[in-house]
């Protein structure tokens, strides 16, 4: 059953969901699910790009309006999509892990990524956008000539083609299941669920935080979704963002 209130937007091709999103950001209601078929400038954060590899992979912008003005916890969105994402690829008797901040990985290898936009007009928030791309149906070779990552896709993982629109709709289900919920709460409502799937924390592990590099120990996710770095010099760095290298 797909989520009764969620409008969907089905686009053949498009440079990139995001980028649709925020263009038409006064035209497209809260809750509502843009989709393309083939996206031809996928968008990762920093300039990177999102490689579509053909029919059958997810390129979906879920857009939502939940206040008039900014609140930090709307940063979380991406931690809680990540969850959201993990507990459908259990479904399909996966067990997938979280790096920090919201990458999900199947052994080790990356299955989809998240991009958060935010569209602000003055102090006035017209929309966040919350886009993300799972491979879901591609051959080994196509993974392989993804640059500068060891990637996977579902139907390497389960050795069967996946079905699209039903992976969409389990998705877009269990997002909204308790979207209002973690709207009103924050990330302290998903923190179980995020740190008992992480790969990262205990480990010495070396974060790239735009140009510099920070390293430590990972100790901690605090109540607000940051990672908490012990450094050599035995203090306590708090990450907002950041690459684990
Ligand atoms: C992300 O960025 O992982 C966020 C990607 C979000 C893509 C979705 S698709 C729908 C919506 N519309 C858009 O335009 N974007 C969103 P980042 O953490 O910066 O990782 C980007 C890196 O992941 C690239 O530099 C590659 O190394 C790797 N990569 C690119 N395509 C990939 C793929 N299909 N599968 C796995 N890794 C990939």
């Known amino acids: 059953m797909s989520g009764l209130t969620i409008g969907k937007i089905i686009l053949e091709e498009v440079d990139s969901t995001n ?11 809260d809750r509502t699910a843009v989709i393309a078929k ?7 954060r920093l300039n990177r790009s999102w490689v579509d590899l053909g029919d059958g992979n997810l390129f979906l912008s879920i857009v939502l309006k939940p206040s008039n003005s900014y609140h ?19 479904e399909y008797g996966l067990q ?4 920090w901040p919201n990458d999900v990985l199947i052994n080790n290898k990356k299955i989809a990524g998240i991009l958060a936009e935010t569209v602000m007009n003055a102090n006035c928030l017209k929309g966040v956008i919350l886009g993300i791309g799972v491979n879901l149906n591609s051959n080994q070779e196509d993974i392989n000539n993804i640059p500068n990552k060891i990637a996977t896709a ?10 699209i629109e039903e992976f969409t709709d389990k998705l877009l289900d269990k997002f909204f299941e ?9 990330f302290s409502n998903i923190k179980d669920d995020y740190i008992k799937r992480n790969c990262f924390l205990n480990n010495e ?8 590099t920070e390293e430590g120990l990972a100790q901690e ?25």
């Open 19 to 29: 980028s649709y999103a925020k263009k038409n950001i006064g035209k497209i209601s």
């Open 154 to 163: 579902l139907n390497i993982e389960i050795n069967k083609h996946v079905n």
């Open 221 to 245: 996710i605090n109540d607000n979704g940051e990672l908490i770095l012990r450094n050599k010099n035995n203090q306590n760095v708090t990450l907002m963002i950041g690459d684990i290298l």
């Open 38 to 44: 083939c996206q031809t400038s996928g968008r990762g």
């Open 72 to 90: 930090d916890i709307y940063s979380n969105l991406t931690q809680y999509l990540s969850v959201v994402l993990c507990k459908v690829l259990e």
């Open 205 to 212: 592990i070396k974060v790239q935080v735009f140009n510099r």
């Open 178 to 186: 308790n979207y209002d919920e973690f709207i009103n709460t924050g």
């Open 96 to 99: 997938p892990q979280i790096k």
